[in-house]
């Protein structure tokens, strides 16, 4: 049974397009221009000042393509933090190892599960809500992921025993996952194909980054609050992200059919504060979810282009990024007797190393001649 409507496959079907047809691509679009109305060019003339545009928006300005420029680089700095999010507040509590070995009377192995459990829920979450996103829009998942998010990191500032800490954790983790599962997707909902490699790099550089920023801060709230004030402060964060969504995220997956007089956002499909803010419900032209879309990407594996770049980055960031991250307290902590901060320093040369790698990748793709113009 054919999966529906992923990003993945729509990214694999551009890139057989581009290997099969290069000659053809200007000509695809030259076609469907010459098939707007002239309402509808003189509209993209108004708004983009060229016809020359990839994918071709349609003539509403409630098309995320159409939104104006402050508009969606706001959404792309909303999906950008809660990018950063993930891994900031997985590996905030790193430095508090000690502390809370200390309080609930664990091993400082044990302690160290309250983050490698939350890397595994990382890893599965995103198999829940990519489906979901696709069915019933972006804006839903980002208001209840931050809400729920929220209460489980209050859930955790307020705990007395480490079963429960641990169980909120869990959750957490589930909840703040959604970022990973689709934000590319986001990108791809708000700029136009000549754009997103470098808009992706900044939102993979991000995914990247939290980890490590994670300790370098937190080391200092462990130091001077409280282990505790980690949790406060994370609760306050996801606070406010839930209020920039309410107030600045509208549905950016957005129905598009040049041909079709009824193209527009989840519905109702009016351009008005009630359907884009207000309105929530399944996307028109979506099938009902079924079981395997939940499991889909898991049978991606068997196709080596996927498999074999999978297993590379999983080999990469399990050594680059979770040994050290989980293994710096357990070891030059104790071996040296650091404090919080002197742990969450030793991040300092991860981060500078992740930028650095993340800039390069990200200028090597934007003049690779495989990139999409």
């Known amino acids: 049974m054919p ?3 992923t990003e993945i496959e729509k990214g694999v079907d551009l890139v057989k ?3 099969l047809m290069p000659s053809e691509k200007g000509v695809g679009i030259d076609s469907t ?3 707007l109305s002239p309402a509808h060019k003189e509209y993209l003339l108004q708004r983009h000042g060229t016809l020359d545009l990839d994918p071709l928006p349609s003539a509403s300005p409630a ?4 939104w104006p420029r402050w508009k969606v680089n706001v959404n792309l700095t ?3 933090f809660h990018a950063l999010m993930i891994g900031f507040m997985t590996g905030g509590l790193i430095p508090a190892f ?3 070995s200390s309080e609930f009377d664990v091993s400082l192995n044990t302690a160290v599960y309250a983050v490698s459990i939350q890397i595994l829920f990382l890893g599965l979450a995103p198999l829940f ?7 019933y829009g972006r804006r839903p998942v980002w208001l209840i992921s931050t809400l729920l998010s929220m209460v489980c990191n209050l859930g955790c500032a307020l705990s007395h025993s480490f079963g429960g800490f641990m169980v909120a954790r869990i959750f957490q983790s589930i909840f703040n996952s959604p970022a990973g599962a689709i934000g590319g997707a986001v990108v791809v909902d708000l700029f136009f194909a000549k754009e997103r490699a470098q808009k992706m790099g900044i939102w993979t550089l991000m995914v990247t980054i939290g980890n490590p920023l994670g300790p370098l801060l937190m080391g200092f709230v462990a130091t001077r609050a409280g282990w505790r004030w980690i949790f406060w402060i994370f609760t306050i964060t996801n606070g406010i992200q839930f209020l920039c969504y309410l107030f600045f995220s509208p549905e950016t997956k957005y129905v598009r059919n040049i041909d079709a007089s009824t193209d527009g956002p989840v519905l109702p499909q009016q351009n008005t504060f009630r359907s884009r803010y207000l309105s929530f419900g399944k996307i028109p032209n979506t099938s009902a979810l079924k079981l395997q879309d939940f499991y889909y990407p898991v049978i991606l594996l068997k196709e080596l282009s996927v498999s074999i770049p999978t297993l590379a980055h999983s080999v990469m960031f399990a050594f680059c990024s979770v040994l050290i991250c989980v293994e710096i307290p357990g070891l030059l902590g104790v071996k040296f007797n650091l404090n919080f901060e002197a742990i969450g320093l030793n991040f300092i040369s991860n981060i500078v ?3 650095v790698v993340c800039k390069s990748l990200q200028s090597s793709i934007m003049l690779s001649p495989f990139t999409v113009a």
Do not use: F, K, M, T
């Not at 809500?129 to 069915?135: K, L, Q, S, T, Y």
């Open 98 to 100: 000690g502390a809370i």
């Open 129 to 135: 809500w990519g489906p979901i996103a696709e069915r």
């Open 63 to 66: 098309d995320p393509y159409n």
């Open 3 to 5: 999966y529906e409507s």
């Open 33 to 35: 221009v010459a098939e």
């Open 78 to 80: 909303l999906i950008s």
């Open 17 to 19: 397009h581009e290997e």
């Open 353 to 355: 190393g992740q930028v």
